[in-house]
């Protein structure tokens, strides 16, 4: 399939918006959070997209964005980025990691550096950083000048 | 019988680097992993928001010491993007070169490392020696052994210099000649065989749905490879095909994945030799490059151990508002568990050193 006809179709669906083509075989769409659960199903389900590729969480200062790339392994190399935006107060997202099982660290990482909380991941802890860890580290209004621990 | 948990790391001859391994088992079998990580981390993405764009490259570099190049040449591709920044040919094959080589450099010193794992200390003297001619090779443009910081955004330091082709002949030659017999001693080596047929195993399918990529992914039969996928710099022009290699019925063991990286350097050296007769006269960097950038960008590249891919978020001044960076090992590790699951312990080395770890670029 083409990468406009299908970011066409997907921005048709409740709660996307703005589908457009960055480049060849790349497509860009946002999804509400409300509707993102029901949308990355069928993602996965009906358009094939069968790799999480990454996901990252951005601090916007007055929210939270996560982007999500994902891809078809064949040789066409479809791509799709899917952003997310969260409310600062309460950066939660339902978790994907029952749909693409590589996404399970991605999600840790996000948890773990930017303090976004994935509902219903299996083992939502810190992955890079220590237990006991204060704050995350990613956002942008962590002050990392003062440690007031040892680490 | 009780079940147990050890640890295997993080001062471990089987973990090549920094990193723990908690295994469960029950008598000698394993029943669960958990892989722990975070030994190494330095926080490279931070670091680089309070960097310049340019100044980044010396970070990617440390990225991972044993793939310095492709890490740096990531990152240049989703900056130029990111400023539209068009790299004259003469630079884009100049990069596909050194890409391969390091692919090479890369790959030996997976061999290097992977074969004493398993009793072949000859493996470790062999590897590192070819690895040295590499290496070698790549010190000639760039001045450096290990970090080279060669691929700029906009093209590349300078030129190669001229005879550089009949150096490269020359070292891709002996490398071919004793690959041959690395074959022969590693195919038909009765105990190399036995510790890594059939151990390790996962199927075409789990992998990708666990995000594993590159020689890992295309082990077990899955023709997918970025050069051409996602093609950049002089890929588009060159002839090849992804290598595939499997263990049968679309699965893959530590064999394969030998397989797969020997039978890799060997399409890299082809790759080279393509690139270097088709190579154009120019320059080798771009007129101007922007210092500031606003708006997004990212890329992927087929990096010596699986997708690497980097997004890039400027704000309009001169340093990135976020770098997110995607490293391929720090997938497929997350799925080590379900593949050592049900091996025994004295394979925890064969399948860990199969997939090619390299912490550095895994906990960023």
Not at chain 1, 128 to 151: M, Q, S, T
Not at chain 2, 151 to 168: H, Q, S, T, Y
Not at chain 2, 263 to 285: C, F, H, T
Request: hydrophobic share 35%; glycine share 8%.
């Amino acid at each position: 399939m083409e990468t406009g006809q299908f970011v066409q179709q997907l921005a048709k669906r409740d709660g996307a918006s703005d589908g457009s083509v960055l480049r060849a075989n790349v497509g860009r769409i946002t999804v509400t959070r409300a509707a993102s659960q029901a949308f990355f199903r069928v993602l996965k389900e009906d358009f094939g997209f069968d790799h999480c590729s990454l996901i990252s969480a951005v601090d916007n200062q007055t929210g939270f964005e996560l982007v999500y790339h994902f891809s078809i392994i064949d040789m066409e190399g479809q791509m799709l980025e899917v952003h997310v935006e969260l409310p600062r107060d309460t950066p939660t997202i339902d978790s994907i990691t029952h749909l693409w099982g590589g996404a399970d660290w991605h999600e840790r990482e996000a948890y773990d550096l930017m303090g976004i909380y994935f509902i219903g991941h299996p083992d939502l802890k810190r992955v890079l950083l220590p237990d006991g860890f204060a704050g995350h580290p990613l956002r942008k209004d962590y002050v990392y000048e003062i440690h007031e621990e040892e680490w | 019988m009780a079940e147990m948990w050890i640890h295997m790391g993080p001062q471990h001859p089987m973990t090549h680097g920094l990193w723990n391994l908690r295994i469960k088992v029950d008598g000698e079998t394993i029943t669960d992993a958990e892989p722990e990580l975070g030994y190494l981390h330095r926080s490279v993405e931070k670091i680089g928001e309070r960097r310049k764009y340019f100044m980044n490259t010396t970070l990617t570099d440390r990225l991972c010491y044993a793939s310095a190049m492709t890490w740096t040449h990531c990152y240049c591709l989703t900056a130029e993007e990111l400023m539209g920044v068009e790299v004259p040919p003469r630079a884009k094959y100049i990069r596909t070169v050194v890409l391969e080589l390091q692919r090479i450099a890369s790959h030996l010193m997976w061999l290097a490392s992977y074969l004493p794992d398993l009793g072949l200390i000859t493996g470790f003297l062999y590897g590192m020696r070819d690895r040295e001619m590499f290496l070698n090779l790549l010190e000639i443009p760039s001045g450096g052994r290990l970090l080279y910081n060669y691929v700029k955004i906009g093209g590349v330091k300078r030129d190669l210099p001229p005879g550089f082709d009949a150096k490269a002949e020359r070292v891709m030659q002996t490398l071919e000649r004793r690959l041959k017999e690395y074959e022969d001693l590693y195919d038909n080596s009765k105990i190399f065989r036995m510790r890594t047929d059939d151990v390790g195993c996962y199927s075409a399918s789990d992998a990708i749905n666990w995000g594993i990529t590159g020689p890992n992914l295309r082990s077990a039969g899955v023709p997918f490879d970025l050069r051409q996928a996602d093609s950049y710099d002089a890929y588009p022009e060159l002839d090849f095909t992804p290598v595939t290699t499997s263990a049968g019925n679309g699965r893959s063991d530590c064999f394969s994945r030998y397989r797969q990286r020997i039978d890799e350097m060997y399409q890299s050296m082809d790759l080279v030799r393509q690139a270097l007769v088709k190579m154009p006269e120019g320059k080798v960097m771009a007129g101007s490059v922007p210092v500031r950038a606003r708006g997004e960008a990212f890329r992927r590249t087929e990096d010596s151990r699986g997708e690497a891919l980097m997004y890039l978020i400027g704000d309009g001044t001169d340093r990135p508002y976020r770098w997110k960076i995607r490293s391929p090992m720090f997938t497929t590790v997350s799925a080590a568990p379900h593949f050592l699951k049900g091996y025994k312990v004295a394979d925890v080395p064969a399948i860990m050193g199969s997939i090619d770890m390299c912490i550095g670029e895994t906990d960023k």
